[in-house]
C-alpha cells in the first residue's frame, strides 16, 4: 500500500447516514474483518477497552423501539417531536447491522479515564477507515439516549455506552468536498 492509498482513504472518509443506506445487507464477514481492524487500535497498558454489541435483523428493530420509546418517555410533551421519533425508528431500520459503542473501564484505573475513551474512538476510526477503503457506508452517532442503554443491554460492571455505529451499503452519490480549515491554521512551528 502506497502512502497515496492511505492518503485517499482518511481523506475520503465521510458519515454516510442511514437514510441513504440502500437493501443491500452488509456481510457478516466483513463486519467480523471490521471488528478484527478496531482491535488493533493504539491502547496505553493493553487496556484494551474498546466494546462492541453487533445488531442485525430484529435486534436492531427492537433497539429502534427501544431508542423511540425512551424518547417519548424522557421527553417534555411540547420538546416531543413526531418527526424525530419517527427518524429514530428509521435510523435502525434503515441500517443492515448496528455496532453499539461500548469502553469498559480499567477495574485497576492503572491510566486515565480520557485515555480509554481515546483508545475506543480509534477502535471506531480504524472502522471508519475499513467502510470508507470498502465503499461500505457508515457513521457514529451519540445523542442523549446513549445514556439509557444500560436498560437495554447488560453491561458489565464498568462498561458504559459511547455511542451507535451504524453501517449500511449506499449506491454512489456525486463526491462530497471535504469541509476542514487549512491545517496551517491550526499548527505552530517551534
Not at 424518547?71 to 417534555?76: A, L
Not at 453491561?155 to 449500511?168: A, S
Request: charge should be negative.
Amino acid at each position: 500500500m502506497s502512502m497515496d492509498d492511505i492518503n485517499e482513504v482518511i481523506r475520503n472518509r465521510r458519515s454516510v447516514f442511514p437514510v441513504q443506506y440502500n437493501e443491500k445487507a452488509v456481510s457478516k464477514a466483513f463486519i467480523k474483518t471490521l471488528l478484527e481492524n478496531a482491535n488493533h487500535a493504539p491502547t496505553h497498558r493493553l487496556t484494551q477497552p474498546w466494546r462492541f454489541k453487533v445488531l442485525q435483523g430484529d435486534a436492531k428493530d427492537r433497539l429502534g423501539v427501544f431508542l423511540s420509546d425512551t424518547y417519548t418517555d424522557i421527553t417534555v410533551n411540547e420538546d416531543f417531536s413526531p418527526f424525530k421519533h419517527k427518524k429514530i425508528k428509521g435510523k435502525c431500520t434503515s441500517a443492515s447491522a448496528i455496532i453499539i459503542i461500548c469502553m469498559q473501564r480499567d477495574p485497576k484505573e492503572r491510566i486515565p479515564e480520557w485515555e480509554e475513551v481515546a483508545s475506543t474512538a480509534m477502535a471506531v476510526q480504524n472502522m471508519w477507515l475499513t467502510c470508507t477503503a470498502n465503499d461500505i457506508g457508515c457513521y457514529w452517532s451519540s445523542p442523549k439516549l446513549i445514556e439509557y442503554m444500560g436498560d437495554f443491554f447488560d453491561f458489565e460492571e464498568g462498561e458504559r455506552c459511547l455511542g451507535i455505529f451504524y453501517l449500511g451499503n449506499y449506491d454512489k452519490v456525486e463526491e462530497r468536498v471535504s469541509k476542514r480549515d487549512p491545517i496551517e491554521d491550526k499548527v505552530q512551528w517551534l
